[in-house]
């Protein structure tokens, strides 16, 4: 089965109990937690990811299971289209909460690798999914060989692609998941003047065939300001919003608002 490949190098990385050594002796430590730091200055990266605060934030809405049915959405679909003895990607795996329950359903029938660029977000993967292979990582240049991947997850995080097509197989699939329109409109309602509605692209990419394309919609009604507190800040709006909106979303103590996802598997052609 593939693993992680040097990237210094580009040869295969060897898994050995405190690091992982390719054959020209370039050698990465595991973290205490299990993870290796593959990230380097030629790798791309125009940031080191999500912070700690948002990291936790999310960890912490998504142990509530407001987001159970996605996960268990997504693990049907990854654990259908993993091929036994294959191997499954998962680009940007945050703190895990998603590749623990794909690692679970496959049930070492099938490898699993995971990378993020926030290492705050890896050590929390490490911690909590020990039967995956986790580093700390870029996807604009991911540490596996060409061709290596049966299935590529990529759960709200970049779409790379070039490097999504460089390293999935010929046939591989691309499974991704992106918020639809309407999804936490209510939050946004709460929050700003004018709320808006997401954009969400036609579902067409190069190089690919639509396969499967899932749609899920709630809502969420959430009873606890830490609850709302958290979800706001595990999204990219946070970082958006002035002194104004952010003390209305202090004030909230209860919030209604939509959820709308869209699962899309996509089958490589080129």
């Known amino acids: 089965m593939a693993g992680f490949c040097c990237p210094v190098c580009g040869e295969s990385l060897k898994n050995q109990e405190k690091a992982y050594i390719c054959p020209n002796r370039h050698s990465f430590d595991k973290a205490k937690s299990g993870y290796v730091h593959l990230l380097t200055h030629t790798s791309g990266a125009k940031g080191h990811g999500d912070n700690k605060a948002m990291v936790r934030a999310r960890r912490d809405f998504l142990e509530t299971g407001a987001y159970a049915e996605l996960r268990a959405a997504v693990v049907q679909t990854a654990k259908k289209y993993t091929p036994n003895g294959g191997t499954l990607l998962d680009s940007g795996c945050g703190e895990g909460y998603y590749t623990e329950a794909i690692c679970a ?47 590529l997850t990529e759960i709200f995080s970049p779409f790379c692609e070039a ?20 999804h936490l409109y209510g939050l946004k309602a709460a929050v700003y003047d004018t709320p808006y509605q997401n954009e969400v692209a036609d579902f067409v990419r190069t190089g690919y065939k639509l396969e ?13 300001a830490r609850d709302i507190g958290n979800l706001f800040l595990m999204t990219p709006y946070y970082y958006k919003t002035g002194r104004t909106e952010q003390a209305r979303l202090a004030a909230l103590q209860t919030l209604t608002t939509e959820t709308e996802f869209h699962i899309l598997v996509y089958r490589k052609t080129l």
């Open 163 to 182: 490097e999504f097509a460089r390293v999935l197989k010929k046939n591989g699939v691309l499974v991704e998941v992106i918020p639809g329109a309407r």
């Open 212 to 224: 499967e394309h899932l749609h899920l919609s709630g809502e969420l009604h959430l009873t606890s």
């Open 105 to 151: 359903a496959l049930d070492g029938y099938a490898e699993v690798l995971g990378f993020d660029i926030s290492k705050d977000a890896v050590n929390l993967a490490a911690k909590r999914c020990k039967s995956a292979q986790l580093a700390v990582a870029s996807a604009f240049r991911i540490p596996a060989s060409s061709e290596s991947v049966d299935v």
